[in-house]
C-alpha cells in the first residue's frame, strides 16, 4: 500500500456480536488534516459495508478532540461553499461512503494537541448496526480516490 | 467597484486594487495592500482559519501551484482572512505551520473589518457569516464564501480567477511567467 492508504483494522470496543462486525465494516485509507490547536481538523476515509444490511453512522468521539461532528461541504446555487452539519451517514448493504475534502467529512473541532504529519489520532464511531468501532487514524495528506472502491460482487 | 465578469485572457484586466488596505500579517507586521507588493506578481485568496475542510484546500492547491513554479521570486502568494475577529496573527502563523506554506513566499493577513470588507468587495469575494450550533450546545460562526483564486499584476490589476479548489496548476504557472515576463 503507497502513502495514506491504510486499511485501518476494526477493533470491537463492546460485546455483542463480534465475528459478524468484523467481517461486515471496513474503513479503509483514513487520514485527518494537519491542524493547530487552535485550528479544527477534519478527518476523510472510506467506509465499506460487506453486509447485505444498511448500517448508519450515527455519531464520532476523540481522545484528541473535544467536539466531533459530521459535517458536508455544499456548494450553493450562487457558487459559495458551505458546511452543514449532517446527522447520520447511512451506508447501504455491500455499498460504501467516502468522506473527502469538499464533502462528508468528520470534523474535529477543540484539539488537545497540534496534530502534525505522522501523528495518529483514534477515532470512535457509533453506528446503528455495528455499534461502537475505533479506528486509528494517520495525520498526514492524502491521495485519496474520488471514486468508490471496487465492491465484492453482490449474489442474490 | 471592481468588476469581474467571465475568465478572460491573461491579457485582460479585470479591475483594479485601489486604495491603501494596512493588514496585519502572520508576522505580526503591518503591510499596506497592495502598495507595498507592488511589483510583484499575486496569487491572491480569501479564507477563514476555522474553515476546517475548503479553506484547507485552497492553502493545498497554492502550495502545489508554487511548488511547480520554475522561478518564485517576484511572486507572491496572499491569503486574506475574512474573519478578523478570530484570525489574529498568531492564529494565522499557526495555520501556516499546520498546512506547511512556504515562507517568505506566503503573506498570510487580515485587518479591520472595515478593510477587509473593502477588499472583499473589490475582489467580488461572497462572504457570508451562518451562526451554527454544535450538537453539545455550544455556538459559533462559519462562513459561506466564494472558492475563488485571483492572479493580481505588480501594478495591482486583477489579470485572471480561477476556482481556488480546482485551480488548473500548469495554466496558472504559465499565467504568472508571463506575468513575470511582463513586469
Same mark, same amino acid.
Given at each position: 500500500?503507497?502513502?495514506?492508504?491504510?486499511?485501518?483494522?476494526?477493533?470491537? /470496543?463492546?460485546?455483542?456480536?463480534?465475528?459478524?462486525?468484523?467481517?461486515?465494516?471496513?474503513?479503509?485509507?483514513?487520514?485527518?488534516?494537519?491542524?493547530?490547536?487552535?485550528?479544527?481538523?477534519?478527518?476523510?476515509?472510506?467506509?465499506?459495508?460487506?453486509?447485505?444490511? $444498511?448500517?448508519? /453512522?450515527?455519531?464520532? &468521539?476523540?481522545?484528541?478532540?473535544?467536539?466531533?461532528?459530521?459535517?458536508? &461541504?455544499?456548494?450553493?446555487?450562487?457558487?459559495?461553499?458551505?458546511?452543514?452539519?449532517?446527522?447520520?451517514?447511512?451506508?447501504?448493504?455491500?455499498?460504501?461512503?467516502?468522506?473527502?475534502?469538499?464533502? /462528508?467529512?468528520?470534523?474535529?473541532?477543540?484539539?488537545?494537541?497540534?496534530?502534525?504529519?505522522?501523528? &495518529?489520532?483514534? /477515532?470512535?464511531?457509533?453506528?446503528?448496526?455495528?455499534?461502537?468501532?475505533?479506528? $486509528?487514524?494517520?495525520?498526514?495528506?492524502?491521495?485519496?480516490?474520488?471514486?468508490?472502491? &471496487?465492491?465484492?460482487?453482490?449474489?442474490? | 467597484?471592481?468588476?469581474?465578469?467571465?475568465?478572460?485572457?491573461?491579457?485582460?484586466?479585470?479591475?483594479?486594487?485601489?486604495?491603501? !488596505?494596512?493588514?496585519?500579517?502572520?508576522?505580526?507586521?503591518?503591510?499596506?495592500?497592495?502598495?507595498?507588493?507592488?511589483?510583484?506578481?499575486?496569487?491572491?485568496?480569501?479564507?477563514?482559519?476555522?474553515?476546517?475542510?475548503?479553506?484547507?484546500?485552497?492553502?493545498?492547491?497554492?502550495?502545489?501551484?508554487?511548488?511547480?513554479?520554475?522561478?518564485?521570486?517576484?511572486?507572491?502568494?496572499?491569503?486574506?482572512?475574512?474573519?478578523?475577529?478570530?484570525?489574529?496573527?498568531?492564529?494565522?502563523?499557526?495555520?501556516?505551520?499546520? !498546512?506547511?506554506?512556504?515562507?517568505?513566499?506566503?503573506?498570510?493577513?487580515?485587518?479591520?473589518?472595515?478593510?477587509?470588507?473593502?477588499?472583499?468587495?473589490?475582489?467580488?469575494?461572497?462572504?457570508?457569516?451562518?451562526?451554527?450550533?454544535?450538537?453539545?450546545?455550544?455556538?459559533?460562526?462559519?462562513?459561506?464564501?466564494?472558492?475563488?483564486?485571483?492572479?493580481?499584476?505588480?501594478?495591482?490589476?486583477?489579470?485572471?480567477?480561477?476556482?481556488?479548489?480546482?485551480?488548473?496548476?500548469?495554466?496558472?504557472?504559465?499565467?504568472?511567467?508571463?506575468?513575470?515576463?511582463?513586469?
Amino acid at each position: 500500500m503507497r502513502g495514506w492508504q491504510v486499511l485501518c483494522l476494526v477493533s470491537v /470496543l463492546s460485546g455483542g456480536s463480534l465475528a459478524a462486525v468484523e467481517s461486515v465494516l471496513q474503513f479503509r485509507d483514513f487520514w485527518a488534516r494537519p491542524a493547530g490547536r487552535a485550528i479544527p481538523s477534519a478527518a476523510y476515509g472510506v467506509i465499506v459495508n460487506n453486509g447485505a444490511k $444498511a448500517d448508519t /453512522l450515527l455519531e464520532v &468521539t476523540s481522545a484528541q478532540a473535544a467536539r466531533v461532528e459530521l459535517h458536508e &461541504t455544499v456548494r450553493d446555487p450562487q457558487g459559495r461553499m458551505q458546511m452543514r452539519k449532517v446527522e447520520r451517514i447511512v451506508i447501504g448493504g455491500r455499498d460504501s461512503v467516502i468522506l473527502r475534502p469538499g464533502g /462528508l467529512h468528520i470534523m474535529l473541532y477543540d484539539l488537545q494537541q497540534v496534530l502534525r504529519p505522522g501523528d &495518529t489520532i483514534e /477515532l470512535r464511531l457509533r453506528f446503528a448496526q455495528a455499534g461502537w468501532q475505533q479506528i $486509528a487514524c494517520p495525520v498526514g495528506r492524502s491521495q485519496q480516490p474520488r471514486r468508490r472502491p &471496487t465492491l465484492p460482487e453482490h449474489h442474490h | 467597484m471592481v468588476v469581474i465578469s467571465a475568465l478572460l485572457g491573461c491579457q485582460a484586466e479585470q479591475g483594479v486594487v485601489q486604495g491603501s !488596505h494596512y493588514l496585519w500579517t502572520q508576522q505580526g507586521k503591518l503591510i499596506n495592500f497592495p502598495q507595498d507588493l507592488r511589483g510583484e506578481v499575486l496569487l491572491v485568496a480569501f479564507f477563514y482559519v476555522q474553515c476546517p475542510d475548503i479553506c484547507p484546500l485552497i492553502a493545498q492547491r497554492m502550495v502545489q501551484i508554487w511548488q511547480a513554479l520554475p522561478e518564485t521570486r517576484g511572486v507572491r502568494a496572499v491569503m486574506i482572512s475574512f474573519d478578523p475577529e478570530r484570525d489574529s496573527p498568531e492564529r494565522l502563523r499557526e495555520f501556516a505551520e499546520a !498546512h506547511q506554506l512556504p515562507e517568505p513566499g506566503f503573506v498570510l493577513c487580515s485587518g479591520k473589518p472595515e478593510v477587509v470588507e473593502q477588499l472583499v468587495q473589490q475582489f467580488g469575494v461572497v462572504v457570508q457569516r451562518t451562526p451554527t450550533e454544535f450538537t453539545d450546545g455550544g455556538v459559533s460562526y462559519f462562513f459561506a464564501h466564494s472558492d475563488v483564486l485571483f492572479l493580481v499584476d505588480g501594478a495591482g490589476r486583477i489579470r485572471k480567477r480561477y476556482t481556488g479548489t480546482d485551480a488548473p496548476i500548469a495554466q496558472v504557472v504559465r499565467d504568472v511567467q508571463q506575468l513575470r515576463h511582463q513586469q
